[in-house]
């Protein structure tokens, strides 16, 4: 495939289109490393720069309207700027942005956490999602006196040190740059999926938990049985192994209780964030009270173990609380979550329809309120329709071209739409039929593109 910097009619339009988040660019360079302050926000030439969202669209520096798929990073599922949430987030500002003290809001934030989690007997409140996972893995080893930690190969659960290798590189193990041999030597890789690789290694490993994201790596991108969620249920419980689900991303989307709730499967321990805060800051470790009782001051030393200590400058920030119970409200008492599901259905097919259409092998695909292309980078003979993503191993499901991809996105671009690096995309309960129709041209649009420019 040629190189798109040089000679892509696509990268020349792209250009054309945003001289103002060029310029954007420019600046940042001087700034932050490449530019940028998150990894997923890395696009060649540059990425847009936005300066206002609503609902399911957001407009860049230029002027330039996007159906929006990256959803604020899966936290937005109620669109952007919905009016209740922001009417909840005025009021707050207006008492105050940080109290350095308990305040009202954050108990009526985690009933709300509690009543609909099925896993949350007690909640704890952190910044993010990394720190909840962090949090996750030292509540399991205090409560288990056990050092390790089984994880799935490409399950993203943070940047933090026991999550870095198997995530897109050292799927051996080794440890990546910047982190210490014997964290690596305490986590224990296995391939996504595999019940028997996951039995043997409880049966064989010092395992305190198993954390893994319940439908699959990426929202399903590399996606998971159910059966598997019950078998590893089973098979923790027989070996004491605490089960960690990740639902940092599908906590309040897949279903108003998570995944945890729509597959009956539950859990000891759950780390939250995104959609928990509404669009703003904020994560939480919940689960069951035995193990949350670490943190107590009271109960950790009548039980004889060492509390754990958990600061945290903006845990349950009263802000943040505000945005994230007005959302999880609407969460419990609308049907956001079957609508983002079901467009993310309505769209899977008519993608699908569009590839078999162009006679492009690809494939749309996953469940609720994602999607993810496959692009078919062994280039197999597949019916979109008929495709089952199951039936394809994870480093070919993960496996696309960067450079086929960062195109698609550029077109996509250049045609009103703005869908993440995976490729694939998130979707909220705020886009409706003109924005599938909107999504379906332009990645009609893209494919011509890409074929004018040689890489189809």
Known sequence: MPDTLTNSRIVAAYRERTPASERFAAQAQDLFPSGITHDGRHLKPYGIYVERAEG???????????????????????????????????????????????????????????DLVPSAERVRFTSSGTEATHMALRLARAFTGRAKVLRLKTHFHGWHDHMTSGLSSHFDGSPTVGVLPGVAENVVLVTPGDIEATVAALEQEDVAAVIFEPTGASFGMVPLSPNYLTAVREATRRHGTLLVFDEVVTGFRVSPGGAQAHYGVIPDLTSLAKILAGGLPGGAIVGRKDILDALDFEAAPASGREKIQHQGTFNANPVSAAAGAATLHLVATTDACERANAYGEALRRDLNRLFAEEQVGWAAYGTFSGFHIFTNPKGRTINPASFDASTIPYDELKGFSPDLVRKLRLALLVNGVDIPNRPGGIISASHGDRERGETIEAFRKALAMLREDGDL
């Open 56 to 114: 399911p669209r957001k407009w860049d520096a230029d002027g330039n309207e996007y159906v929006d798929y990256y959803g604020g990073h899966g936290a937005l599922l109620l669109g952007h700027n919905h009016p209740e949430v922001m009417a909840a987030v005025e009021q707050a500002i207006a008492r105050g942005t940080h109290f350095g003290a308990n305040h009202e809001a954050e108990i009526g934030w985690g009933r709300l956490v509690r």
